[in-house]
């Protein structure tokens, strides 16, 4: 059975796009699900292609949303191009951006991912009203 949005104060999305990274494990899994429930389509990135294909029919059946799973390496800049010409080309205005992947995960960091998907413009995806990251 998919879950019914939680009422009150959870706010509706509609099939607004959000995009998570680190989205197929963890914290960034549990928000991808939060999303879901409330209406959002998902686009969720991680590395391990079989566990994002897994995740992704996972959040599907769970919730009922629509769940695209893109994988790439954050911790290479061609990755991260190449995300970001997908991601805008398919989802021109996302409404929500959140960063869970592996911020501190072990010797290959990518703490310059928020600033490297800015520079690339995903600030001007993200700038139509009510948009966050
Ligand atoms: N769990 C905690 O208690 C805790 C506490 C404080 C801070 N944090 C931080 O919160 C974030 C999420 O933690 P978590 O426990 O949810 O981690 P997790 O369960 O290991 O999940 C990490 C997610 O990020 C993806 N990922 C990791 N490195 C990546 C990379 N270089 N490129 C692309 N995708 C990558 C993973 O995909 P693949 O598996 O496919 O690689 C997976 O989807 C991390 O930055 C962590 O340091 C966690």
Known sequence: ???APAAGDAELLYGDVCVVTGGTDGIGKAIARGLARRGGELVIIGRDSSKGELCKRELESSTGAR???LRG???DRRDIDALVVKISRRWPALRFLVHSAGILAGRKAVPTIKQILIDHSFDRLLSRRGSRT
């Open 1 to 3: 059975m998919i879950p």
């Open 67 to 69: 769940v695209t799973y």
């Open 73 to 75: 390496e954050l911790s």
